[in-house]
């Protein structure tokens, strides 16, 4: 079945096209080379995975219940309309909750799989070209198996929203060559993570975990590398051209935030605009989601340098000034061994299954 079928509402164009702008660079250094890239770079070749084959696509996901979402964390529990809606309305509006997070997640890894491919491009330095191809790779993989979750699983997607692809096109219009990587490896790269990691330790379904663990094992690689490229670039840069960079941050920081509302999910139950804002906004659960989502922004700002007063005032307004303190590593390094360990767990219960098998095909041979 097309996509375009599975559609809640078409989009406005089949095909976004963003006009290109900057320079193809090309380097004849093939020896020296950053040690902490290269390193990042074998680690990139190391842990490539197939998403067809690590992943149980056999486990069977309730439409209706795809996350195991309490009701208290649904923006209409509480209202005069969750006391009218029955419980099929109810999962129905868990389906198009998801659906709606997912397509996101999907367009976004589009948006950096293209991202990761203008970095090849445009970025100087041979060694952040030989990681960024890697990525361009990941980033494939992460749109496969977001795109297969939604076809087989969900049968169910939205276009993708106005203020994530508004930030998508301000990074790839720009013809600087870091924006790439100010745009995407850190704001939308770092809200990803975050939102990934909320349904990662609260879902009880197995097969979103499964996806969200091993797609964030990927992804901290890449906060890491956008993080090493742009520390290292920005201590030369001028205040000028710092205040330039926390400008785009600001405004990409404000566009994020507004965009994980999920008005459209309460416009497609019948909720004119203006009112599913408002209860958007009155939402406990989102305001303390919100928050949870810079966590992995914040401090990635200020460790590659961008720490300005506007920036600060920005992130004071937003209540989430206090996150720039958080250890970025400790979060990274956990992502990577939850993957591990869910990998350890899943392996072996199948290994004792094939024991018991096995043993149980002896013993039937054996009686006989």
């Known amino acids: 079945m097309s996509t375009h079928d599975l559609y809640v509402k078409a989009p406005q164009e089949p095909h976004w096209q963003v006009p290109a702008s900057g320079s193809a660079r090309f380097s004849w250094e093939y020896d020296d080379?950053?040690?902490?890239?290269?390193?990042?770079?074998?680690?990139?070749?190391?842990?490539?995975?197939?998403g067809a084959k690590r992943i149980d696509w056999s486990l069977e996901v309730d439409p209706h219940d795809p996350l195991g979402t309490p009701d208290e964390a649904m923006t209409l529990y509480g209202t005069p309309y969750w006391a009218k809606m029955t419980d099929r309305d109810k999962g129905e509006l868990r389906l198009h909750y998801t659906s709606w997070q997912f397509s996101q997640f999907l367009h976004g890894e589009q948006g950096a799989m293209v991202c990761a491919a203008r970095i090849v491009e445009s970025v100087p330095d041979l060694d952040a070209k030989f990681y960024s191809a890697t990525q361009t790779m990941d980033e494939a993989r992460h749109a496969e198996i977001y795109g297969r979750f939604l076809h087989e699983k969900l049968g169910m997607l939205y276009p993708v929203n106005d203020n994530l692809?508004?930030?998508?096109?301000?990074?790839?219009?720009?013809?600087?060559?870091?924006?790439?990587?100010?745009?995407?490896?850190?704001?939308?790269?770092?809200?990803a993570l975050a939102a990934f990691g909320m349904i990662r330790d609260t879902t009880d379904k197995p097969l979103?975990?499964?996806?969200?663990?091993?797609?964030?094992?990927?992804?901290?690689?890449?906060?890491?590398?956008?993080?090493?490229?742009?520390?290292?670039?920005?201590?030369?840069?001028?205040?000028?051209?710092?205040?330039?960079?926390?400008?785009?941050?600001?405004?990409?920081?404000?566009?994020?935030?507004?965009?994980?509302?999920?008005?459209?999910?309460?416009?497609?139950?019948?909720?004119?605009k203006k009112e599913a804002e408002r209860l958007s906004e009155e939402s406990e659960f989102l305001h303390l989601f919100r928050k949870l989502l810079f966590s992995r922004i914040v401090p990635c700002v200020k460790?590659?340098?961008?720490?300005?007063?506007?920036?600060?005032?920005?992130?004071?307004d937003m209540g989430v000034f206090d996150l720039g303190d958080s250890n970025l590593d400790l979060l990274m390094s956990q992502d990577e061994e939850i993957a591990e360990q869910l990998d350890k767990e899943r392996f072996a219960e199948e290994e004792a299954a094939r024991v018991a098998e096995v043993e149980g095909a002896i013993e039937e041979g054996a009686a006989s």
């Open 33 to 50: 080379g950053r040690d902490r890239l290269l390193a990042l770079y074998q680690k990139g070749k190391d842990k490539q995975w197939d």
């Open 165 to 191: 692809q508004a930030l998508l096109g301000d990074t790839l219009r720009d013809s600087r060559w870091d924006m790439p990587y100010l745009g995407m490896q850190v704001l939308i790269e770092g809200l």
């Open 208 to 272: 979103p975990k499964q996806i969200l663990a091993y797609v964030m094992q990927d992804e901290a690689r890449h906060v890491a590398f956008g993080r090493m490229a742009l520390r290292d670039y920005y201590q030369q840069l001028s205040d000028a051209e710092l205040k330039e960079r926390e400008e785009f941050v600001i405004e990409g920081c404000y566009l994020m935030r507004d965009r994980l509302r999920g008005v459209e999910v309460l416009e497609n139950f019948g909720i004119p």
């Open 303 to 316: 460790d590659i340098g961008l720490w300005g007063e506007r920036l600060q005032k920005a992130y004071l």
